[in-house]
């Protein structure tokens, strides 16, 4: 039986890059064919096909050039000829394209066949949030897992070294994927929760949009380390709300979540355009064609989706980075607003006296549960203040657990439950003491 039938779909910057990834795994190992197909939308460059550049100088010069792809790696123009027959399929083209593209697929897919999206960005679904590899999933019935990370595609390509993560509910998959995926500077983990793991993608390239105004409004690393610390909360807050599966800060300590993050907001195509629409004034189109050589850009696009996600919940003002974002894009609002959006954002609003601190959820769930309580959990609050029920209290929890002050708040309830632990043992120990004899 000969090994697993390996397509990309999709040939761009970061597309030729997997495919040189992937081409370059399958030839030396016998878990996957040797020929990797990589699906090209024809086009000419200098009086040529490109297909047949690759075929013959294997690169592309038109959205890798400098970098040779193996030579197992074969361009086919015609998508279902590359498809066909294929046990695994990378799909690495424009979010907005996906649901052509597997139109076209549909019927000439493996059943078996394990698919996955590194595509990033979202769709508007009935429930609110349809994932690109919902999308993928619903049309071609195929096993879906996705890949996204902290990867900008011109240094993978150069070998420099970086991280990824796949989210994949099937880990016997997983493993398979890695397998295919990784490389000494292309490390990869294997995680579960892959919704978190595609919302992270997607959502990371707005908040890359705002860190791209501060930059063209003069603003410093200050700031931007603001927006990606806002940005991240509410990447958080997003998941939290629309993921189907259970979302674990453990998962935005990958490197899909803050690494992906920092990565785009210095140096992705989002950040460097947005830049330029602040200090020009010229279209996010205008400036895609002119800085992009044929690429598309993500984070705008998202930005709309999301605000048509965010209305159809009444969610719209609880997310005001996504929404600024949108705003400056769509409606026209000067740039300058998204300072004004930073200024005022809820996570400045102050928290209250001291019983409502983040730390101290912490400490009274712990001594209550110590102490076999249930229901609410009593704490000293001022007049008239309602009594906090366990699941508020975990919720209240979990955002402070979020974003910057995520390690901090886990070593902080460690060393209050050892040492509440301690005083407890020790209380117990001298009440079951003996007293002396009167």
Avoid at 155 to 172: D, L, S, W
Avoid at 346 to 361: D, K, Q, R, S, Y
Avoid at 385 to 410: C, E, H, I, N, P
Wanted: some cysteine.
């Amino acid at each position: 039986m000969g090994g697993k039938k390996v397509c990309v779909v999709g040939s761009g910057n970061w597309g030729s890059v997997i495919a040189k990834i992937a081409g370059s795994n399958a030839a030396r190992l016998s878990s996957f064919e040797k020929q990797v197909n990589m699906w090209v939308l024809e086009e000419e460059v200098g009086g040529r096909r490109l297909t047949d550049i690759i075929n013959t100088e294997h690169e592309n010069v038109k959205y890798l050039p400098g970098h040779k792809l193996p030579p197992n790696v074969v361009a086919e123009p015609d998508l279902l000829k590359a498809c066909a027959g294929a046990d695994v399929l990378l799909f690495v083209v424009p979010h907005q394209f996906i649901g052509k593209v597997c139109d076209q697929l549909k019927g000439h897919v493996k059943k078996e066949a394990v698919g996955v999206s590194l595509i990033k960005g979202v769709d508007e679904g009935p429930d609110g949030l349809r994932l690109i590899s919902d999308i993928i999933h619903e049309k071609l019935g195929i096993e879906m897992s996705v890949l996204m990370g902290a990867n900008i595609a011109n240094e993978v390509a150069e070998e420099k070294f970086c991280e990824t993560t796949i989210g994949c509910k099937n880990m016997k998959h997983g493993q398979m994927l890695k397998d295919l995926m990784q490389t000494p500077n292309f490390r990869v983990s294997v995680v579960q929760e892959s919704d978190t793991v595609e919302i992270c993608g997607a959502l990371k390239n707005v908040v890359a949009v705002g860190a791209g105004f501060c930059d063209g409004l003069g603003y410093g690393d200050n700031t931007k380390a603001a927006v990606i610390r806002l940005g991240l909360m509410e990447m958080i807050a997003f998941a939290k709300l629309f993921c189907k599966g259970p979302v674990t800060p453990s998962t935005f300590l990958e490197s899909c979540g803050v690494a992906d993050l920092i990565t785009t907001c210095y140096g992705g195509r989002n950040r460097k355009v947005a830049e330029a629409f602040a200090k020009t004034g010229k279209s996010i189109e205008q400036l895609e064609k002119e800085m992009l050589n044929g690429q598309k850009l993500q984070g705008p696009q998202t930005s709309a989706e999301l605000h048509r996600i965010l209305k159809s919940k009444n969610a719209v003002e609880k997310f005001p980075l996504f929404t600024a974002v949108y705003r400056i894009c769509y409606e026209g609002k000067p740039v300058s607003d998204f300072i004004k959006c930073l200024q005022s954002h809820p996570e400045h609003i102050p928290m209250g006296p001291l019983w409502v601190t983040p730390a101290l959820p912490y400490l009274l769930l712990l001594l209550h549960s110590l102490s076999g309580g249930e229901g609410t959990v009593p704490c000293q609050a001022p007049p008239g203040a309602a009594m906090v029920s366990r699941k508020q209290l975990a919720d209240f929890g979990y955002k402070a657990f979020s974003g910057s002050m995520m390690l901090l708040t886990v070593y902080a309830g460690y060393l209050c439950s050892v040492r509440v632990q301690r005083m407890l043992q020790h209380r117990r120990e001298r009440q079951n003491t003996p007293g002396p004899e009167s």
